[in-house]
């Protein structure tokens, strides 16, 4: 029983979680416009859990501290092993512009002068691709404690015709 309510509930915040990981829709992001030079700080991301069986690995990222934004002013990161490419190379005093969210503080886009330095689309496929991941871990967590409920309740074994003792 406990096999089945763990994968029905890991399922269930998989497919929850995948729901999350979606990319947002390109109307939905606020744009930020900043100067350059733009503060950026290229820190290593440790991920993965203490079990012995789960992956552990680190990345690097960027984190950009966006202050033209107002009241969405705070620190943004591109999508995980997405960079933000040439934003050392921005001439001081050109116009970058973000467009970002800020309930997930993700970059998804980075212009400056006509020139993309990171694109909706790459951070869109990235994204989509973290979303097919996780829903298929959710899916498959939630058939293992479907599977397990049934089989507990034995839903698999109704109408079968009972098999006659040996004589």
């Given at each position: 029983m406990a096999f089945?309510?763990?994968g029905l509930g890991l399922g269930l915040f998989?497919?929850?979680?995948?729901w999350w990981k979606g990319p947002t829709a390109r109307e939905q992001l606020v744009l930020v416009e900043e100067k350059a030079?733009?503060?950026?700080?290229?820190?290593?991301?440790?991920?993965?859990?203490?079990?012995a069986r789960q992956t552990r690995g680190t990345y690097r990222t960027q984190e950009i501290r966006l202050y033209g934004a107002g009241r969405h002013s705070?620190?943004?990161r591109p999508a995980r092993n997405l960079w933000v490419d040439d934003l050392d190379r921005v001439p001081s005093g050109q116009k970058v512009l973000f467009r970002v969210d800020?309930?997930?503080?993700?970059?998804y886009e980075a212009t400056s002068n006509g020139k993309v330095l990171l694109s909706y689309e790459r951070t869109a496929a990235r994204l989509n691709e973290q979303f097919w991941?996780?829903?298929?871990?959710?899916l498959g967590l939630l058939a293992f404690g479907l599977g397990w409920l049934a089989k507990l309740t034995g839903f698999f074994g109704r109408g079968r015709p009972a098999s006659a003792a040996p004589p």
């Open positions: 089945s309510a763990f998989m497919l929850a979680a995948a030079p733009v503060i950026v700080e290229m820190p290593l991301v440790s991920y993965g859990g203490l079990g705070g620190l943004y800020p309930a997930t503080s993700l970059i991941q996780i829903l298929l871990i959710g």
